[in-house]
C-alpha cells in the first residue's frame, strides 16, 4: 500500500509541470459536498481529488491518475457544448423537461436528460470518456504505458466476473479486448486520434439501449450524484459568464457616458423622443447586466459547495496537528492555503504616512540601542584572537627595508553587521473587526418621547456624518506599518503575515510582505488592506512561518504572533467550543520553533481572561495589551528585548 501523502508534494511538481500552473492535489475526503464513489479521481479547476491510498507498491500508480485527470483537460471534456454537438449530430434540439434550467445546469446535464435514465446515460458517457483518455495518456505520454497497464491489471484481478453488460464494458476500458465482442469496433474508434467529446456522445446514444437494462446499472445509478466532470464543466462555463458580465458592464458605461455627453449637447431642444428610446436601451442593458450578476453569484454558490471554494491562485502545504488527547501528531492533517494580499484599490497614501510620522520618532529611538549581531572578520587592529599573516608579513618587510612596521598585526570577530530576521502573525480573525471601545447599551426603560422620523420636525439640520469607530484591525495595520517603517531604516530583514481560515483543511495564510522584499508603496498598500476574515487556527500558521523563517538563513530568527484572543475554529478539537485543544497545538507550535532556534512571543490585546496564555506561552513570551494604542510601543519593546538576548 502506498499513501497519497507520502507523495503527495511531488505530484503537485509533477501536475504542475504538465499543466503550466499550480494544481491542488487533494484526497477524495477532502470534496466538499457529498461524493457516492471515494475511489473515483475527479478535480475540480484547480484541485485533482486522489484516494487517500493504493494497493500499489509505488508512486507510479498515482502518476497514472494524475495523467488521466490532466487528460480531461487535454482532450477538451469540459468544452463540450450540448447545442454545438446537436449541430455536429445533426440532431433536433428535444424539448426540455420541466425540472432542466439550461442557465443552470451544464450541458452533460442537458444531455444526459434527453434518456430516460439520465443516471444510467451518465454512468455510461463517464466510462466510454475514460476509455478515450486513456487512449490519449498512451500516445501522449508512452513512457506511461507500462505502469496504465499495471493499474488497469490491479482493477482487472479485483473485479468480479460477471456478464452483466456494464461490467464487460468496464473489463474492456480496464483492458480485456476480449469483452464486449459485439460492439468492439465502436468502443475502438474512441480510441483514434480523431475521436472528441462529440464523438463519446455519440456513441452514448448508439450503446445506450444496449445499457438501459442492465439491472445492476440501473441500480447503481439510481442513487448517482452529479459527476465530477459536470461541476468541472460548470467552473469553465462560469469564467465565461465572468468574461460575459465584464464585456456587458464595460459596455452599459460606455453607453452611460454616451448619453450624458448627448443630454449636454442637446441642452434645450426637443428630443424626447430619441431621449426616450436610448432610456429604454439602457434600461434593458441594466436589466441583462444584472440578471447575468445573479446567475455568476448563483452559480458560484453551487459550485462553492460541491468543488469548494475556489483557491486557483494560490499554493497550498500540510502540516502535522499536535492531538493532546492521543499524545500524537496527526500526519499532514492541515492544508493551508498561501496567497498574495491583493488590494482591490489604492490606498489612502497620505493617511498611511501620517501613521507612519506619528510613530516613527519614538520607534527609532528606541530601537537605536540595538546592536549589530553578525559577527565578521576584522584586519589589521592592535589586538586580537588571531595574527594577521598578512600584516606580519609587510611588517617584516618593513623592517628589512628600515622602516617602522605597522604594529596592528592582528585580526578579530566583531559584531559589524545586523544578521537577523523577523517575522509578524498577524490575527485576521472576524472578531478583529470589533470596536476597540464597544457603544454602551442604550437603557431600556426612558420616558423620551419616541421621536417620528416622518415629521419634518426631527429632521437634522446640517447633520455630519459620523466618522467610523477604530476597530482592532486598524490598530493592527498601524502597528505593522509602523514597525516595517522602523526596521527598514534599521536594516534588518523581516516578513509580515496574517492567518484565519475555517476547517483544518482550509487555513488561510495572507503574504504582505516577505524578507526579501523591499518596502514600497506595494507593501504598504498590502498591509493597509489586511482585513478580518474567519476563525483562528494558529498551529499551521506558526509551524509555516517557521519554515520560512528557517529557509531564510539568518542566524537570529524571531517570530512574533500578534491576536485578540485564543486560538479556536470550527474543528479544532473533537469537542466545538472547548480551547484546550488549540491552545496545546498552539503550544507545541511554539515549542517547535524553538527547538530550532527561533525566538517567539505572543502579544495579545484580548481583554477577557488571559490563564489561557500561561499554557499557551513559554515564560516571559508574552504580552496583554490593555489600551490598544499602545501596541505600536509595545511591539517596539518585544522587539527590542528579544534582538538583544
Not at 475511489?39 to 481529488?49: D, F, G, K, V
Not at 448563483?298 to 471554494?309: C, K, Q, T
Not at 545586523?418 to 472576524?430: E, K, N, P, T, W
Request: net charge negative; with cysteine.
Amino acid at each position: 500500500m502506498i499513501a497519497l501523502e507520502q507523495v503527495e508534494e511531488s505530484l503537485a511538481l509533477f501536475a504542475e509541470g504538465l499543466a503550466g500552473r499550480y494544481i491542488h492535489i487533494k484526497t477524495s475526503g477532502e470534496q466538499a459536498g457529498e461524493r457516492s464513489d471515494p475511489l473515483r479521481t475527479e478535480q475540480s479547476a484547480e484541485a485533482i481529488y486522489l484516494p487517500e491510498e493504493l494497493p500499489s507498491a509505488d508512486r507510479s500508480t498515482y502518476l497514472v491518475l494524475v495523467l488521466q485527470q490532466l487528460g480531461y483537460r487535454e482532450c477538451g471534456t469540459f468544452a463540450f457544448n450540448y447545442r454545438a454537438w446537436c449541430e455536429y449530430a445533426r440532431r433536433e434540439l428535444p424539448p426540455q423537461k420541466p425540472h432542466v434550467q439550461p442557465d443552470r445546469d451544464s450541458d452533460f446535464t442537458r444531455l444526459f436528460d434527453t434518456f430516460a435514465n439520465p443516471a444510467v446515460a451518465r454512468r455510461l458517457f463517464l466510462l466510454l470518456e475514460e476509455l478515450r483518455i486513456n487512449a490519449h495518456v498512451r500516445r501522449a505520454y508512452p513512457g506511461a504505458a507500462h505502469y496504465l497497464d499495471e493499474w488497469q491489471s490491479l482493477l482487472l484481478s479485483a473485479q468480479v466476473p460477471s456478464e452483466a453488460p456494464f461490467d464487460l464494458l468496464t473489463a474492456f476500458v480496464n483492458g480485456d479486448r476480449e469483452a464486449c465482442s459485439g460492439i468492439r469496433d465502436d468502443l475502438m474508434a474512441l480510441e483514434s486520434l480523431s475521436a472528441n467529446v462529440f464523438t463519446t456522445a455519440d456513441l452514448l446514444v448508439r450503446l445506450y439501449p444496449h445499457f438501459y437494462h442492465d439491472r445492476d446499472l440501473v441500480l447503481d445509478a439510481i442513487n448517482a450524484e452529479v459527476s465530477g466532470t459536470e461541476w468541472m464543466q460548470r467552473e469553465a462555463r462560469l469564467e465565461d459568464w465572468k468574461d460575459d458580465l465584464e464585456e456587458k458592464s464595460r459596455q452599459l458605461l460606455a453607453m452611460e457616458m454616451l448619453q450624458a455627453e448627448d443630454a449636454l449637447l442637446r441642452d434645450g431642444d426637443e428630443l424626447d423622443g430619441e431621449t426616450r428610446d436610448t432610456s429604454q436601451t439602457l434600461y434593458a442593458m441594466k436589466n441583462e447586466r444584472d440578471n447575468l450578476a445573479r446567475r455568476v453569484e448563483m452559480e458560484r454558490a453551487a459550485l462553492r459547495y460541491a468543488v469548494g471554494i475556489p483557491k486557483g491562485h494560490t499554493r497550498s502545504f500540510r502540516y502535522d496537528e499536535w492531538n493532546w488527547l492521543e499524545h500524537r501528531y496527526l500526519k499532514r492533517y492541515c492544508r493551508l492555503y498561501e496567497e498574495r494580499i491583493q488590494p482591490e484599490g489604492a490606498a489612502d497614501v497620505e493617511a498611511l504616512r501620517k501613521v507612519i510620522r506619528q510613530w516613527r520618532a519614538q520607534v527609532k529611538s528606541q530601537l537605536a540601542q540595538l546592536k549589530p549581531m553578525g559577527l565578521q572578520r576584522v584586519f589589521r587592529v592592535h589586538d586580537g584572537d588571531e595574527l594577521d599573516l598578512n600584516a606580519v608579513l609587510n611588517a617584516r618587510h618593513d623592517i628589512r627595508a628600515g622602516i617602522s612596521p605597522d604594529e596592528r598585526t592582528y585580526s578579530r570577530r566583531d559584531r559589524v553587521q545586523r544578521d537577523i530576521c523577523a517575522a509578524f502573525l498577524v490575527d485576521l480573525s472576524a472578531s478583529t473587526d470589533d470596536p476597540i471601545n464597544p457603544p454602551e447599551p442604550a437603557p431600556e426603560d426612558t420616558d423620551e418621547e419616541i421621536p417620528n422620523l416622518r415629521d419634518p420636525y426631527y429632521e437634522p439640520i446640517d447633520a455630519e456624518p459620523q466618522e467610523e469607530p477604530r476597530k482592532i484591525i486598524h490598530i493592527q495595520r498601524e502597528a505593522m506599518l509602523v514597525m516595517a517603517s522602523a526596521l527598514d531604516v534599521l536594516g534588518d530583514s523581516f516578513g509580515i503575515y496574517g492567518f484565519s481560515g475555517y476547517g483544518h483543511d482550509c487555513v488561510e495564510y495572507f503574504v504582505a510582505k516577505e524578507p526579501d522584499e523591499a518596502l514600497n508603496l506595494q507593501v504598504l498598500n498590502n498591509i493597509a488592506a489586511m482585513q478580518p476574515k474567519r476563525s483562528t487556527r494558529m498551529g499551521p500558521a506558526i509551524r509555516h512561518t517557521i519554515t520560512k523563517l528557517v529557509s531564510a538563513g539568518q542566524s537570529m530568527k524571531i517570530l512574533i504572533v500578534l491576536s485578540d484572543g485564543f486560538p479556536q475554529d470550527c474543528d479544532y478539537g473533537p469537542i466545538r467550543g472547548d480551547h484546550e485543544y488549540g491552545l496545546q497545538d498552539t503550544a507545541r507550535a511554539l515549542a517547535e520553533a524553538a527547538n530550532k532556534g527561533i525566538e517567539t512571543f505572543c502579544i495579545t490585546v484580548d481583554r477577557s481572561e488571559h490563564d489561557y496564555l500561561k499554557r499557551m506561552c513559554p515564560d516571559a513570551r508574552y504580552l496583554i495589551i490593555d489600551e490598544m494604542e499602545d501596541l505600536p510601543e509595545a511591539l517596539t519593546k518585544v522587539y527590542t528585548t528579544l534582538t538583544l538576548r
